[in-house]
């Protein structure tokens, strides 16, 4: 019950600071920048919207990992152990 009631009075703002970190967090390792900070709108996405945003995200992390081992840097990361083909 103090869980429901914690969820129901806080859980929004704990939940939407929780995705602003996220959001910081990838742009920070896909070493990009957020010159004004992280922007929120709200929408929801359709399939296709869904599939983009999944594609665009796998190709993120094939790059890193492609560039990390061309560093030298393989830290035990195998992109098909990850399901993403490099």
Known sequence: MVD???MHTV????QNATWIETVENVVRISRGICARGVQQQ?????ER?????EK?????IAER????RNQGN???VNAEEEGVAA
Do not use: F, M, P
């Open 42 to 46: 709200n929408s929801a996405l359709d």
């Open 74 to 76: 393989n830290a035990g």
């Open 56 to 60: 665009w995200i796998e190709k993120l």
């Open 49 to 53: 919207g869904q599939e983009q945003v």
């Open 11 to 14: 859980g929004g703002r704990i």
């Open 65 to 68: 990992i492609r560039e990390d």
């Open 4 to 6: 429901w009631i914690t």
